[in-house]
């Protein structure tokens, strides 16, 4: 590819509000649902990854999308899309749900933040941004689904020590995991929600477009802070076992098979795909999200297959090298009469590397 084509191909990605310092500081940039993302900087995904563990590492994540969902009615509608039932909320608690279709397949799973009675905001993953604002602006009506994300930045603050780094620029950090606080960042409205994606205790900030770059600085210039990719992301919630669409979650890999029915509302009259959801729950799943630690010498990949004495008894879905644990580990969907423990074979470009099926986590979470 030329040099011209490269530039062209750069300039028709979207770009977030800290693409330009991400360039600026030497990060490996790559095309991540149509974004510029920074997939590592100059320090590497292993230095990152354990940045978070046991300090404090800065993500930009305002490629992931934002929607307001308001009105009472437009609320209750949303309600009975959903999986997880957003009438257990107060106001300011988050939930994990999953958007599903009529087939029981995922559309996306995404956190839901109750801010009113009236008031839903939803973050869904960048890639399905679009299905997502289709079936709800069905659902619910165009006037009560407002797109966000080209005003709405998020910048994710994860690991032991964020919360002295939030406090650190005035901003609150002791709410209760799984909640929200409203603040302010240089007199600019900013949202804290104790939330992420690592397994640490950490906080997702949203911020207007217009203040994303002045708050990254402030906070990238607080000795505990590290900025972080997308690979030590991916490192980091695999070693947590938690799913990422297109890989444990899918239109064919509902929330029954990925180990997340907890996330489902049973008791609800109503959701999108609750009959085959409620089947498949009944029958019982024919395959079940599992984890296998690499025992033997290789790092496993997506759609490597699992055996168990030779048979075949799944695929990877997701596979890394944990640096945590300092051996490759993987989710796989496996047949579910295998029992934890068991030892497997994993194919690894045509050799068969030793393992263990497990039950995700790989490593403990932090207290949140």
């Known amino acids: 590819m030329t040099e011209d084509r490269r530039d062209s191909r750069r300039q028709e990605l979207k770009e977030t509000p800290i693409t330009a310092w991400n360039r600026a500081a030497g990060a490996k940039m790559a095309d991540f649902a149509g974004w510029a993302m920074p997939i590592e900087y100059p320090a590497g995904t292993i230095s990152e990854h354990r940045a978070v563990r046991s300090g404090c ?109 939030l406090e650190s620029l005035g901003l609150p950090s002791r709410h209760r995991y799984l909640t929200v606080e409203t603040a302010k960042f240089e007199g600019v409205p900013v949202i804290v929600s104790r939330t992420g994606y690592t397994g640490e205790v950490g906080f997702e900030i949203f911020v207007p477009v217009a203040a994303a770059a002045r708050l990254w600085e402030s906070l990238i210039q607080v000795p505990a802070v590290t900025p972080a990719g997308l690979g030590a992301r991916d490192t980091l919630r695999t070693e947590m076992g938690y799913p990422l669409h297109g890989h444990e979650l899918s239109a064919s890999i509902g929330p029954v098979e990925a180990g997340l029915s907890w996330a489902v509302a049973w008791d609800k009259p109503h959701f999108l795909g609750d009959a085959e959801l409620r089947r498949q ?22 759609g490597m297959v699992v055996r168990v004495g030779g048979r075949d008894i799944g695929l990877l879905t997701s596979g890394t090298f944990s640096p945590t644990l300092g051996a490759g580990i993987g989710l796989a969907l496996a047949e579910p009469d295998v029992p934890l423990d068991s030892e497997v074979d994993v194919d690894i470009r045509g050799k068969a590397v030793a393992g263990l099926l497990v039950r995700p986590p790989f490593v403990d979470s932090s207290p949140k």
């Open 281 to 302: 729950r009944a029958e019982g799943p024919k395959r079940r999200l599992r984890g296998v630690r690499v025992t033997g010498r290789g790092v496993p990949r997506p």
């Open 57 to 165: 590492g800065l993500f930009d994540v305002s490629h992931m999308g934002t929607v307001r969902i308001s009105g009472g009615p437009a609320v209750a509608r949303l309600n009975e899309t959903l999986t997880n039932d957003l009438a257990v909320l107060d106001d300011g608690q988050v939930q994990y749900t999953l958007l599903c279709d009529e087939n029981g397949g995922v559309v996306d799973d995404m956190l839901a933040t109750r801010m009113r009675a009236d008031e839903v905001l939803l973050v869904p993953n960048a890639s399905n941004t679009a299905a997502v604002l289709a079936v709800l602006r069905e659902a619910l009506g165009d006037e009560a689904v407002v797109d966000e994300g080209d005003v709405a930045a998020i910048l994710a603050v994860q690991g032991p020590a964020s919360p002295g780094v």
